[in-house]
């Protein structure tokens, strides 16, 4: 089994030599990584890409907006998730961006979860019928479990989630109560042998 630390280094290496600069390919590498610990299928897709990359040439999108359409083909999925991943503070306030065709979109995915962690909140990605909760680049919840290849995903839809508690008040309330029988009440004794309670003065 390949260590995740050679998938990184080869994937960094793939993509500097199908033509992206250095510092585009670190990011591929690190992509790559979070893909395979998640389990999803990054290296089978990244490599079709870059087969498929020197047939065609993929639509680039450097400045994203609440809805991004192609002219001609599909948006090479590095270059925008690349884009997403620099603007992520700022698109933020969108609520909801969409994106028409990207090509093989399990790569611009590890983007998006980079991006959740930049910001502090869970994004839901959305790749057609493929949904992805992406928490804070710590785990992702989805309800894809294939390895396979993702070729193009014609309607793409991020959204920013809104932080808020899993549990009601009353659950954190009665939590908390019961919590509170571990505080340890403060004796005449404890206040004794405290930090600084010395009886005595040295000086």
């Known amino acids: 089994m390949k260590s995740l630390s050679e998938i990184d280094t080869t994937s960094?290496?793939?993509?500097?030599?199908?033509?992206?600069?250095?510092?585009?390919?670190?990011?591929?590498?690190?992509?790559?990584?979070?893909?395979e610990m998640f389990g999803?299928?990054?290296?089978?897709n990244l490599n079709d890409y870059y087969k498929r990359k020197k047939e065609r040439k993929f639509e680039n999108l450097n400045?994203?907006?609440?809805?991004?359409k192609t002219v001609k083909s599909e948006f090479c999925p590095i270059i925008a998730g690349t884009s997403f991943l620099d603007q992520a503070k700022f698109l933020?306030?969108?609520?909801?961006?969409?994106f028409h065709k990207i090509a093989y979109p399990l790569l611009f995915l590890p983007f998006i979860s980079r991006a959740s962690e930049i910001?502090?909140?869970?994004?839901?990605?959305?790749?057609?019928?493929?949904?992805?909760?992406?928490n804070f680049n710590?785990?992702?919840?989805?309800?894809?479990?294939?390895?396979?290849?993702v070729e193009v995903a014609s309607n793409v839809i991020v959204e920013f989630v809104e932080n808020s508690d899993s549990f009601s008040e009353r659950d954190w309330k009665e939590l908390y109560k019961l919590s509170?029988?571990?505080?340890?009440e403060e004796t005449e004794?404890?206040?004794?042998?405290?930090?600084?309670?010395?009886l005595t003065d040295n000086d």
């Open 12 to 35: 960094k290496r793939a993509s500097r030599a199908a033509g992206y600069s250095w510092g585009i390919s670190e990011e591929v590498g690190k992509n790559i990584r979070i893909l």
């Open 180 to 184: 509170e029988d571990t505080f340890v």
């Open 189 to 198: 004794s404890l206040k004794q042998s405290g930090a600084g309670a010395g």
């Open 92 to 98: 933020e306030s969108l609520k909801e961006i969409k």
């Open 138 to 149: 710590n785990n992702i919840y989805s309800n894809f479990l294939k390895n396979e290849i």
């Open 40 to 44: 999803l299928p990054g290296i089978k």
């Open 119 to 134: 910001i502090g909140k869970r994004l839901l990605l959305k790749l057609d019928e493929k949904e992805f909760l992406l």
């Open 63 to 68: 400045l994203i907006s609440a809805d991004n």
